[in-house]
């Protein structure tokens, strides 16, 4: 029992480590049938991904590092197409870019959702097209956490960018320029929102 309750601990503990030490960015381009291209570039530390295993069976690494993991997902997934892979590195940082092709909103969530709990919803209404992307799950942080993220990882963000068939109408937060929208956020703004945070936009 003491065990479970460690392990749980560190289940954790190193869900909120790991999602610190990355950066993410993620450009969606749809095409008028909502198909489309997703790209996911991310930056890890190098200490993360040294201390991502408690044991042999359970990784806690948010997202994968492999490139056959990434060709893995599209190889399961209805309307995904893997389309490229790149990995660079400097001393203390890893560097992803992984692009895919998708054909429908479920093959796009089977990317940005890593879970079964669908992320991203896609609607027509009327003449318009509304995306909305649930960014973060927040649940209750107590003080003492937020200030040890501020401390360690005052830079660390997530961003988001659109690229639409047509120019952008509406955006909940963030930048339009054209037919794209962009948001970014930091982890500590992240952190400290009270209530999920979701971005809507409008084309």
């Not at 209404?125 to 200030?147: A, C, F, M, V």
Request: hydrophobic fraction near 35%; proline fraction near 2%.
């Amino acid at each position: 029992m003491k065990t479970r309750i460690i392990k749980i601990f560190s289940i954790i503990f190193l869900s909120f480590f790991l999602f610190s030490c990355i950066n993410i960015e993620t450009e969606i381009t749809f095409r008028q049938n909502l198909s489309g291209e997703i790209s996911i570039k991310y930056s890890i530390s190098k200490a993360a991904i040294n201390i991502g295993k408690i044991d042999k069976e359970d990784n806690f690494l948010p997202l994968p590092i492999e490139e056959q993991k990434f060709r893995e997902i599209a190889a399961n997934t209805n309307g995904l197409t893997f389309i490229s892979y790149r990995q660079e590195e400097t001393e203390g940082e890893l560097f992803i870019n992984v692009k895919y092709g998708f054909n429908n909103i479920d093959a796009l969530n089977a990317i940005v959702s890593n879970s079964n709990d669908k992320k991203v919803e896609v609607q027509r209404r009327g003449d318009r097209t509304y995306y909305t992307h649930r960014i973060s799950n927040n649940k209750p942080i107590n003080e003492e956490t937020l200030d040890l993220a501020k401390a360690l990882f005052p830079d660390r963000y997530v961003s988001v960018k659109i690229i639409a068939p047509q120019n952008i109408r509406t955006v909940s937060s963030g930048d339009i320029t054209g037919n794209s929208a962009q948001v970014k956020y930091s982890l500590t703004q992240l952190l400290s929102n009270k209530e999920n945070t979701t971005w809507e936009v409008s084309w």
